[in-house]
């Protein structure tokens, strides 16, 4: 595998691999890999003949207040990780290659961007769609695989990508789980001992959302809210910062509870780890 720092240096490689005729499929990332990230990996790898992955903690997506400086970080042990999954780049710039003194662009996408996580971390998805647009220019892929637990990001990115004309591919994979139905993330590994059953409630009222949907053929949108939340809520570690059903497509809330219906929510534990779920409230997983 090889570990590239510099954007003319991957860009390099991948016009290499364009002129052999070969497809590339990029994994966007912020490193601290887990299985989730392996899985997109040995996506994009099911997609493209070369696979990038770029591993980037990009400062201008966090707020002031988030966890940019304690973000969990370890270059070595991500490569090895990477590289177990069969990765031939693993592309790594810093700060400054970014985001140079005079830095001066912003990819702004107006209504998906602006409710249920862009509401609550403002300007975040500007971090988002900024990064994700230099990292196509930078790597030229012909795919790009995303996280389907970031489900409005994925959104985003789709948006991004038709409004921009980016002659990629967007691949969304599914939530990868652990046993207890914790949605892989990196930012799990903040969560102490105890904070884990307060973490688990975010699976687990999804859980009892989408039963009330099996057993309820008329279940209301407000009643599922409410029995999701009353699982979260029997932890007092858990603040809700939204809980929706919301369109999969446009992202707006839904009046009914439809096929096309997502359930979407963010819990901050603690006041300090914020834990994003989703999923389908009927079908799908
Ligand atoms: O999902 C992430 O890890 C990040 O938001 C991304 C897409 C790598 C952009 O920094």
């Given at each position: 595998m090889k570990v590239v720092s510099s954007a003319v240096g991957v860009q390099e490689i991948s016009r290499r691999y364009r002129g052999n005729g070969l497809k590339i499929g990029l994994v966007p990332t912020m490193g601290w890999f887990h299985e989730g990230h392996l899985a997109l990996m040995k996506e994009a790898r099911n997609h493209a003949d070369k696979v990038i992955v770029s591993l980037f903690v990009n400062p201008?997506?966090?707020?002031?207040?988030?966890d940019f400086d304690s973000y969990p970080h370890d270059l070595e042990r991500d490569c090895k990780l990477a590289e177990e999954v069969g990765v031939d780049v693993l592309y790594a710039p810093n700060k400054e290659l970014m985001?140079?003194?005079?830095?001066s662009t912003t990819v702004h996408i107006e209504?998906?961007?602006?409710?249920l996580c862009g509401g609550d971390r403002p300007g975040h998805f500007d971090g988002v769609t900024t990064v994700v647009s230099k990292l196509f220019n930078q790597t030229l892929p012909h795919v790009a695989v995303f996280g389907e637990k970031d489900f409005q990001q994925l959104a985003v990115i789709r948006q991004l990508v038709r409004d921009l004309d980016f002659p990629i591919e967007i691949i969304g994979h599914p939530i990868v789980r652990e046993k207890s139905g914790l949605a892989m993330s990196?930012?799990?590994?903040?969560?102490?001992k105890d904070e884990m059953t307060a973490a688990h409630s975010l699976s687990k009222g999804i859980a009892s959302g989408r039963k009330l949907a099996l057993e309820k053929k008329e279940v209301s949108v407000r009643e599922i809210k409410k029995t999701v939340a009353g699982v979260i809520l029997t932890h007092p570690e858990c603040d809700i910062d939204y809980i929706e059903v919301v369109d999969?497509?446009?992202l707006q809330n839904c009046k009914y509870v439809t096929s096309d219906s997502m359930l979407v929510l963010a819990v901050t534990i603690n006041k300090r780890i914020r834990l994003i779920d989703n999923s389908k409230i009927r079908n799908g997983r």
């Amino acid at each position: 595998m090889k570990v590239v720092s510099s954007a003319v240096g991957v860009q390099e490689i991948s016009r290499r691999y364009r002129g052999n005729g070969l497809k590339i499929g990029l994994v966007p990332t912020m490193g601290w890999f887990h299985e989730g990230h392996l899985a997109l990996m040995k996506e994009a790898r099911n997609h493209a003949d070369k696979v990038i992955v770029s591993l980037f903690v990009n400062p201008i997506q966090f707020g002031p207040s988030e966890d940019f400086d304690s973000y969990p970080h370890d270059l070595e042990r991500d490569c090895k990780l990477a590289e177990e999954v069969g990765v031939d780049v693993l592309y790594a710039p810093n700060k400054e290659l970014m985001y140079p003194d005079g830095f001066s662009t912003t990819v702004h996408i107006e209504g998906l961007a602006s409710g249920l996580c862009g509401g609550d971390r403002p300007g975040h998805f500007d971090g988002v769609t900024t990064v994700v647009s230099k990292l196509f220019n930078q790597t030229l892929p012909h795919v790009a695989v995303f996280g389907e637990k970031d489900f409005q990001q994925l959104a985003v990115i789709r948006q991004l990508v038709r409004d921009l004309d980016f002659p990629i591919e967007i691949i969304g994979h599914p939530i990868v789980r652990e046993k207890s139905g914790l949605a892989m993330s990196s930012r799990n590994s903040y969560l102490k001992k105890d904070e884990m059953t307060a973490a688990h409630s975010l699976s687990k009222g999804i859980a009892s959302g989408r039963k009330l949907a099996l057993e309820k053929k008329e279940v209301s949108v407000r009643e599922i809210k409410k029995t999701v939340a009353g699982v979260i809520l029997t932890h007092p570690e858990c603040d809700i910062d939204y809980i929706e059903v919301v369109d999969q497509v446009t992202l707006q809330n839904c009046k009914y509870v439809t096929s096309d219906s997502m359930l979407v929510l963010a819990v901050t534990i603690n006041k300090r780890i914020r834990l994003i779920d989703n999923s389908k409230i009927r079908n799908g997983r």
